[in-house]
C-alpha cells in the first residue's frame, strides 16, 4: 500500500488536512493530481485506486470541511459554495497559476465541474466520477424546504455510534458486498473515530441538515458551459445514485451534452464508489486520459 503524509494549513479559517501521495521518484517536478471525495467520505477513500496509478504522479486529496482531519465548520450548517471557495485556497497553495488536474466523486465531482466553469483557465483536465449533480427544483418548493431547514436546526441530526472498528466495517461491506475485509477494514480506520467507548463516523452531522437553498440548475447549467478543460465522465454501471437523485438516464445525456469537450465511460460491475469497486480500471482510464 503506497504511504501517504499529512498536511495541515489553514484554508479560510479552518484547519484544513490534506493527504498527499508523493511521487515515488521523490522529483519536485512530477505531475501534480488533485482528488476530491464525495458526501460522507474522507480522502482516505482514494487509496485503493493511487494504489493502482501506475505513473509518477504527486498526489493531493483534501478532506473536505467538517469531513476526517479537517476542522469542523463554525457555522449550524454547511453552504455548497464554500467548497469551491476552499478548493481554490488549496489550488493556490499547491499548485500556483498552473492549471490542474481535478478528479471529483460525486460530492467532489459536483464541485469539481462547477469550478471547472468558474475558472475555466485554472483546469487542465477535468474527470468526474458519478458527479450528475441534483433534481431539478421549482421555487414553490422553497417555503417547505426552508420549514425543514428551520426544523433540522432545532433538533439536529446524531450519527450512529458502532461498537467498534470492526463492526463499523461489517456495516460498509453490508453496504457494498464488492467490499473484501481488508479493503473494509482500512476504510473503517479512516471513516470512524474512537468517541465515548465507540467508534463514530469522522463526520461532522450538520452535513445531513438540508441545504435551505434550493438547486438552481440553470445556473450550474450556466457553469458548465463555460469549461473548457476536456472532461472524462466516468459513471458505474450497478450505481443506484439517479434513481436516489430522482434523475433520469435522459437527464443525465442532457448535462454531459453541455461541456464541449466530454469523452464518456461506463464502468461495469462498479457501483456508486466506483474507486473502490474498480480502482486498478479506474486509474487506468484516469492516466490514459490526462497523459492523452
Known amino acids: 500500500m503506497r504511504e501517504s503524509e499529512s498536511l495541515f494549513l489553514d484554508v479560510r479559517g479552518l484547519r484544513y488536512h490534506v493527504r498527499r501521495w508523493p511521487p515515488r521518484s521523490g522529483d519536485a517536478g512530477a505531475p501534480k493530481l488533485f482528488l476530491l471525495h464525495g458526501?460522507?467520505?474522507?480522502?482516505?477513500?482514494?487509496?485503493?485506486m493511487v494504489d493502482a496509478l501506475e505513473g509518477d504522479w504527486d498526489v493531493y486529496a483534501p478532506d473536505w470541511r467538517g469531513y476526517g482531519l479537517t476542522e469542523w465548520a463554525k457555522a449550524d450548517a454547511y453552504w455548497f459554495a464554500d467548497y469551491i471557495a476552499d478548493l481554490?485556497?488549496?489550488?493556490?497553495?499547491?499548485?500556483?497559476?498552473?492549471a490542474v488536474n481535478l478528479v471529483g466523486h460525486?460530492?467532489?465531482?459536483?464541485v469539481a465541474s462547477l469550478y471547472a466553469g468558474i475558472r475555466p483557465q485554472r483546469v487542465a483536465k477535468l474527470v468526474n466520477l458519478e458527479g450528475f449533480g441534483l433534481a431539478p427544483t421549482r421555487p414553490e418548493q422553497a417555503p417547505r424546504r426552508y420549514a425543514r431547514w428551520l426544523d433540522e436546526l432545532r433538533e439536529r441530526p446524531r450519527l450512529r455510534p458502532y461498537k467498534d472498528f470492526a463492526e463499523l466495517a461489517s456495516r460498509l461491506r453490508s453496504s457494498n458486498p464488492r467490499l473484501d475485509p481488508e479493503k473494509a477494514s482500512f476504510l473503517a480506520r479512516h471513516w470512524g473515530r474512537e468517541e465515548g467507548g465507540g467508534v463514530v463516523l469522522r463526520s461532522d452531522p450538520?452535513?445531513?441538515?438540508?441545504?435551505?437553498?434550493?438547486?438552481?440548475?440553470?445556473?450550474?447549467?450556466?457553469?458548465?458551459?463555460?469549461?473548457?478543460?476536456?472532461?472524462?465522465?466516468?459513471?458505474?454501471?450497478d450505481s443506484d445514485i439517479l434513481k436516489r437523485l430522482g434523475l433520469s438516464a435522459a437527464q443525465q445525456a442532457e448535462r454531459r451534452a453541455l461541456f464541449s469537450s466530454l469523452t464518456y465511460v461506463k464502468i461495469d460491475a462498479a457501483g456508486h464508489m466506483l474507486h473502490h469497486d474498480q480502482p486498478a480500471e479506474l486509474a487506468r482510464l484516469i492516466e490514459g486520459f490526462i497523459r492523452g
Not at 460525486?106 to 459536483?110: A, F, M, Y
Not at 445531513?208 to 478543460?229: D, F, G, H, M, T
Open 106 to 110: 460525486s460530492l467532489g465531482g459536483n
Open 206 to 237: 450538520a452535513h445531513k441538515i438540508v441545504n435551505p437553498v434550493l438547486y438552481r440548475e440553470e445556473e450550474a447549467r450556466a457553469c458548465w458551459r463555460q469549461v473548457s478543460a476536456p472532461v472524462l465522465w466516468v459513471d458505474a454501471a
Open 39 to 48: 458526501w460522507m467520505d474522507v480522502s482516505a477513500s482514494f487509496q485503493f
Open 88 to 98: 481554490e485556497a488549496l489550488l493556490e497553495r499547491f499548485q500556483g497559476e498552473t
